[in-house]
């Protein structure tokens, strides 16, 4: 009965014949549903998702995970897999985030965001440097935070991207810049010093914003040294 409403006209009733079916337990709708999550109806979209993420099958991140290299479907299977918290293909998304479409790239780094541990910063931070495309970028940029945000040692993040500094084009510096402010310590503050000596207004501007927005009182002595001392 639930089978017969999968050629449904409508995207409404499909989404809930497929959504009951996978609490039935048939993983045949797991794929159609990962269409529907291109569907330009973001609400329908977004529900597919949902249903997704909902399905108390095992066979579900299985069958995700042989989708997210498919250049249509991709982008969909890891949104899927990041509302499931599906740790086990963190390592193949991020080879996705390197090579796929920008679709598939924003997707990836929305779901390293959530799925990616600090132990994960070094490999991402390679990655990162080599973005030419602001979108990507910024999906990046969120994701490194976020995962600076989660970690149980935040200071110990900066490790991981602190040294790419030197070597970055000025996008990716003022990314590590505005990430020191996440994970302060001392060797962030000595990139932010370093930062404030810059020659690029932009930069500098980044560095003063991320001072004013440290996660502790770190950043409290240099503030109050360039209250005193500053132009």
Known sequence: GVSALYSSSSAEVKLAAYKTAGRIGDTGCIKPLVELTNNADQGISQKAVDALGIIDNAAVDTTLASLISDPKLGAGAINALKRRGCTSVT?????????????????????????ATDRDLGSLMKLIVKIKDDKVLAAATNAIKNICTNSADRRKCFDSIGPQY??????????????????????????????????????????????????????????LDMAKTGS
């Open 91 to 115: 390592a193949e998304i991020i080879k996705l985030v390197e090579s796929g479409s920008t679709e598939t790239k924003v997707a990836g780094w929305s779901a390293m965001g959530n799925l």
């Open 166 to 223: 030197a070597n970055a084009d000025k996008k990716v510096k003022m990314l590590i810049i505005t990430i020191s402010s996440a994970t302060g310590g001392s060797a962030a503050i000595a990139t932010v010093k370093e930062a404030l000596k810059s020659s690029d207004a932009d930069i500098k501007t980044t560095a003063m914003r991320a001072l004013m927005n440290w996660q502790d009182s770190g950043a409290a002595g240099t503030l």
